[in-house]
């Protein structure tokens, strides 16, 4: 099994900068695809950003050109770099695990939400 810890939530300005981590724990975390899903209240939970074992990224469009996902197979990692923040993107943030494919459907590895709050 895989196990995901996320860090790096808090409280930013419009315009500003944060970046999310993702720590897994568990078997072959090279082989899983990896992503992060946002939900806010009275949202449906949708995909942000998603990256292969290979490193083909794709992005939801509200988030193109501001965020950029990453892996860090050596360190069991994935990072979500989060530029030029909106108070459109306050939501709780997920990591996501899965050997297929991630996003909202997933039924494989979840972390515990890390909260990103936009607000001046």
């Known amino acids: 099994q895989v196990q995901l810890v996320e860090s790096g939530g808090g409280l930013v300005q419009p315009g500003g900068s944060l970046r999310l981590s993702c720590a897994a724990s568990?078997?072959?975390?090279?082989?899983?695809?990896m992503g992060w899903c946002r939900q806010a209240p009275g949202r449906q939970r949708e995909l942000v950003a998603a990256?292969?074992?290979?490193?083909?990224?794709n992005y939801a469009d509200s988030v193109k050109g501001r965020f950029t996902i990453s892996r860090d197979n050596a360190n069991n990692t994935v990072y979500l770099q989060m530029n030029s923040l909106k108070p459109e993107d306050t939501a709780v943030y997920y990591c996501?695990?899965?050997?297929?494919?991630?996003?909202?459907?997933?039924?494989?590895?979840w972390g515990q939400g890390t909260q990103v709050t936009v607000s001046s």
């Open positions: 568990g078997s072959i975390f090279s082989r899983y695809a």
């Open positions: 990256i292969t074992p290979g490193g083909t990224t």
């Open positions: 996501n695990a899965d050997p297929r494919g991630v996003g909202p459907t997933s039924r494989y590895y």
